[in-house]
C-alpha cells in the first residue's frame, strides 16, 4: 500500500511541476503578446470549458478501459500543449495550448482520484491529502522558479521545460505495474473500513452535490488566481521573481492544507474542514483585493492556498463516501467536471469584472462566493461521515 502512495506521489509531482513553471509565464507573457483582462480571461476560460467537457466521458471512460491508460492519454496531451507553448507567437496560441493542457488535467485527475479511491477505500481522504499535496508541491517549486528562469532564458524558456517535465511524467505513467489495466468494473470493492452507518442513495446522493459546490467553489478562487494573479501583482509593482514567489507563497499553502485536511476529515467528518476553509477563502480573497498593501497581497494568497489545500481532498473523501465502487470513475469525473465549470466562470466573469469595475473585483466575487456555500455547508452537510455499504 505504500508503495501504491509513493507511486501517487511521484506520477502527480511530475505531472504537475511544469504547470507550475508555466503558471506565471502564461499570463506575463501573454501580456508581453498585448493581452488584457479580458483576453487573460478568455485563455483561462478555454480551460475551464474543455477541462468541464471532458472530465465526465474520461472519468468513465477510466471505468471501462482501466486507469493507466487514460493516465496515458493526459502525458501525452500535457506534451503536446507544451508544444503548443513554445512555439505560439499569438494569443490565440497560448489559448489553443490551454485547450490541450485541460484534456490532459481532465484525463488525469478523474482517472487517479478514482485509483485511489479503489486502493485507499474509507482512507481515501488521507491518501488523497498526499496526491493533492505533490500537485501542490510541484507548483510551490514550478512557481517559484519560474520568476528566476524568466529572469534569465526570456518568457518562453519555462515552455520548454515543461516539454521536458512531460515527458518524463509520461515514462513514470508508463512505467505503472499493469494491474491498473483491469477494468474498474471487474475489480473487487475495497472492503470497507469503520464505517459509519449506511444511507439511502437520495442522502447520498445530496452529499456528492454538496461535494460539486465545494469544488465549484473553491476552483473559483483557484481560477482567479490561475488566471489573474500574475498580472495583478505585476500590476502592483512586483518584478517576475516576485510573482513567482508570490504564486510560490500559495501553493506552499495548499500543500500544509492538502497534508492535514484529509487525514483530519477521515478522522473527524468532512464539515470540521470544510466549512472553516470556506471561512478562510472568503476572508483571504477580500485581503487580495485590498489596494496598495503588499502584506494584504500575500497573506491573501496564502489563505486561498490553504483553503483550496483543504477542500481538494476533503471533496474527493466526500464523494467516495457516497459512491459504489463501480461508478468512483463517474462521479469523480461530475466532481472534476463542476471544477472546470467554475474554471470557465472564473475566467469569463472575472475578466469582464476585472476590466469594467477595477482589477481586484474578481476577487471580491470569489469572497462573497466562499462565505454563501459555508452558510449552504452549515446547514446541509452531515456532521458525520456516512459511508454506503
Same mark, same amino acid.
Given at each position: 500500500?505504500?508503495?501504491?502512495?509513493?507511486?501517487?506521489?511521484?506520477?502527480?509531482?511530475?505531472?504537475?511541476?511544469?504547470?507550475?513553471?508555466?503558471?506565471?509565464?502564461?499570463?506575463?507573457?501573454?501580456?508581453?503578446?498585448?493581452?488584457?483582462?479580458?483576453?487573460?480571461?478568455?485563455?483561462?476560460?478555454?480551460?475551464?470549458?474543455?477541462?468541464?467537457?471532458?472530465?465526465?466521458?474520461?472519468?468513465?471512460?477510466?471505468?471501462?478501459?482501466?486507469?493507466?491508460?487514460?493516465?496515458?492519454?493526459?502525458?501525452?496531451?500535457?506534451?503536446?500543449?507544451?508544444?503548443?507553448?513554445?512555439?505560439?507567437?499569438?494569443?490565440?496560441?497560448?489559448?489553443?495550448?490551454?485547450?490541450?493542457?485541460?484534456?490532459?488535467?481532465?484525463?488525469?485527475?478523474?482517472?487517479?482520484?478514482?485509483?485511489?479511491?479503489?486502493?485507499?477505500?474509507?482512507?481515501?481522504?488521507?491518501?488523497?491529502?498526499?496526491?493533492? &499535496? #505533490? =500537485?501542490?508541491? !510541484?507548483? /510551490?517549486? *514550478?512557481?517559484?522558479? $519560474? @520568476?528566476?528562469?524568466?529572469?534569465?532564458? +526570456?518568457? %518562453?524558456?519555462?515552455?520548454?521545460?515543461?516539454?521536458?517535465?512531460?515527458?518524463?511524467?509520461?515514462?513514470?505513467?508508463?512505467?505503472?505495474?499493469?494491474?491498473?489495466?483491469?477494468?474498474?468494473?471487474?475489480?473487487?470493492?475495497?472492503?470497507?473500513?469503520?464505517?459509519?452507518?449506511?444511507?439511502?442513495?437520495?442522502?447520498?446522493?445530496?452529499?456528492?452535490?454538496?461535494?460539486?459546490?465545494?469544488?465549484?467553489?473553491?476552483?473559483?478562487?483557484?481560477?482567479?488566481?490561475?488566471?489573474?494573479?500574475?498580472?495583478?501583482?505585476?500590476?502592483?509593482?512586483?518584478?517576475?521573481?516576485?510573482?513567482?514567489?508570490?504564486? &510560490? #507563497? =500559495?501553493?506552499? !499553502?495548499? /500543500?500544509? *492544507?492538502?497534508?492535514? $485536511? @484529509?487525514?483530519?476529515?477521515?478522522?473527524? +467528518?468532512? %464539515?470540521?474542514?470544510?466549512?472553516?476553509?470556506?471561512?478562510?477563502?472568503?476572508?483571504?480573497?477580500?485581503?487580495?483585493?485590498?489596494?496598495?498593501?503588499?502584506?494584504?497581497?500575500?497573506?491573501g494568497a496564502v489563505g486561498l492556498g490553504l483553503t483550496a489545500g483543504a477542500s481538494a481532498p476533503t471533496c474527493v473523501g466526500?464523494?467516495?463516501?457516497?459512491?459504489?465502487?463501480?461508478?468512483?470513475?463517474?462521479?469523480?469525473?461530475?466532481?472534476?467536471?463542476?471544477?472546470?465549470?467554475?474554471?470557465?466562470?472564473?475566467?469569463?466573469?472575472?475578466?469582464?469584472?476585472?476590466?469594467?469595475?477595477?482589477?481586484?473585483?474578481?476577487?471580491?466575487?470569489?469572497? !462573497?462566493?466562499?462565505?454563501?456555500?459555508?452558510?449552504?455547508?452549515?446547514?446541509?452537510?452531515?456532521?458525520?461521515?456516512?459511508?454506503?455499504?
Amino acid at each position: 500500500m505504500r508503495s501504491r502512495l509513493v507511486a501517487i506521489g511521484l506520477i502527480t509531482l511530475v505531472f504537475n511541476l511544469g504547470g507550475g513553471l508555466i503558471a506565471p509565464a502564461v499570463p506575463l507573457y501573454a501580456r508581453a503578446l498585448g493581452a488584457d483582462y479580458r483576453d487573460l480571461g478568455l485563455i483561462g476560460a478555454s480551460h475551464g470549458l474543455a477541462f468541464a467537457v471532458l472530465t465526465m466521458p474520461l472519468g468513465r471512460a477510466s471505468d471501462h478501459l482501466g486507469r493507466r491508460v487514460i493516465l496515458i492519454l493526459s502525458g501525452l496531451a500535457v506534451g503536446a500543449a507544451a508544444g503548443v507553448y513554445l512555439v505560439s507567437d499569438r494569443v490565440a496560441g497560448l489559448a489553443v495550448a490551454k485547450l490541450l493542457e485541460a484534456a490532459g488535467w481532465a484525463a488525469f485527475w478523474p482517472a487517479l482520484e478514482a485509483w485511489i479511491a479503489e486502493e485507499f477505500g474509507s482512507r481515501a481522504g488521507g491518501a488523497m491529502g498526499v496526491a493533492y &499535496g #505533490a =500537485y501542490a508541491a !510541484a507548483f /510551490v517549486v *514550478g512557481t517559484s522558479a $519560474a @520568476g528566476f528562469v524568466i529572469e534569465a532564458a +526570456g518568457l %518562453r524558456a519555462p515552455f520548454a521545460l515543461y516539454l521536458g517535465t512531460a515527458t518524463v511524467a509520461l515514462v513514470l505513467i508508463l512505467a505503472l505495474s499493469g494491474g491498473h489495466t483491469r477494468r474498474a468494473r471487474d475489480r473487487p470493492a475495497p472492503a470497507a473500513v469503520r464505517p459509519v452507518m449506511t444511507t439511502d442513495p437520495r442522502h447520498a446522493r445530496g452529499q456528492r452535490l454538496l461535494a460539486y459546490g465545494t469544488g465549484f467553489v473553491y476552483v473559483f478562487g483557484l481560477g482567479t488566481v490561475l488566471a489573474f494573479l500574475p498580472a495583478y501583482a505585476a500590476d502592483r509593482g512586483l518584478s517576475p521573481r516576485g510573482v513567482g514567489l508570490l504564486l &510560490g #507563497a =500559495y501553493w506552499v !499553502a495548499r /500543500v500544509a *492544507g492538502s497534508l492535514v $485536511a @484529509g487525514r483530519l476529515s477521515d478522522s473527524f +467528518g468532512r %464539515r470540521v474542514v470544510l466549512v472553516p476553509a470556506m471561512l478562510v477563502g472568503g476572508m483571504a480573497a477580500c485581503l487580495v483585493a485590498l489596494p496598495a498593501w503588499t502584506a494584504a497581497l500575500v497573506l491573501g494568497a496564502v489563505g486561498l492556498g490553504l483553503t483550496a489545500g483543504a477542500s481538494a481532498p476533503t471533496c474527493v473523501g466526500l464523494v467516495a463516501d457516497h459512491v459504489a465502487a463501480a461508478d468512483r470513475g463517474t462521479a469523480m469525473g461530475l466532481f472534476e467536471a463542476s471544477c472546470g465549470v467554475s474554471l470557465l466562470a472564473s475566467g469569463l466573469v472575472g475578466g469582464l469584472s476585472a476590466e469594467g469595475l477595477g482589477a481586484g473585483s474578481p476577487y471580491l466575487l470569489a469572497g !462573497a462566493l466562499a462565505f454563501a456555500w459555508s452558510a449552504v455547508l452549515v446547514r446541509r452537510l452531515a456532521p458525520r461521515r456516512l459511508a454506503v455499504i
